[in-house]
């Protein structure tokens, strides 16, 4: 499966523990998986399967792909075309890399960081396009961009991938802010202001589930934590949620037709 340029194609986390990984998320999700040896280096990289088809995966903990300090959390991947022009237009808008590009076999890949400090990988497919599913029970469900400088991520993502923008009022105040692609709504994008306290800007992966009270029950009989209890917003509910090893996402159950 290929997805278009500028959209989100690919989730995957890097745990310290890959096999407590495997048996939280195969329990949570019903994730069947396969490893696949990375390159050399004698590690492992685990792709998650729901009924035979791939929806995200999971690698080692590597030194330097986060911030010391900061816990693990399910990346975002964008899709580009051409990945070396996309990098190249990135580092002229303000963006820094800390990985590639690079091959990896099946695609080329580049962990960037954006102008405003948050990191998100750069897919360019070759024979891999991405995750099979989407937007189903068990997938990447949507990503959400929480940011410090609005229209600093507007502008630069804008250059970038050709973002188009619209926005919608939120209960709690303020806008939330849709970026789509030909149409396709892409992801969402929120300002952070005084209450997220030293939060940094960040990337959420949402997983889709069919019963977001029984997931996030789940997710603490599975060692697991509920950061944000479930939330009932006006397209569903979602919760934020943490792995048994502090990773970190959010599970939405989207609101009936």
Known sequence: MKHPHGTF???DIYLPDQDRGKAFYGALFGWEWTDVPMGDMGMLYTMFNLDGKTVGAMGPAMPGM??????PHWFSYIATDDLDSTADTARSL??????GPQDVGNGRVALMQDPTGA???LWQALEFGGAEIIRSPGALAW???????LEATKAFYTALFGWEWGSMPI?????????SVDGFAACGVLEMDEQWGEIPPHWMVYIQVEDADATAARVTSLGGDVCVPVTDISVGRFAVVN??????FTIFEPAAP
């Open 143 to 149: 990503n959400e961009f929480y940011t410090r400088d």
């Open 119 to 121: 990191s998100v990988f």
């Open 66 to 71: 986060l911030p010391e300090g900061v816990p």
């Open 94 to 99: 303000g963006a820094t890399f800390v990985m």
């Open 9 to 11: 194609c690919w989730i």
């Open 171 to 179: 209960p709690q105040g303020g806008d939330y802010h849709l970026a």
């Open 243 to 248: 792995d048994d090893q502090k990773g970190t």
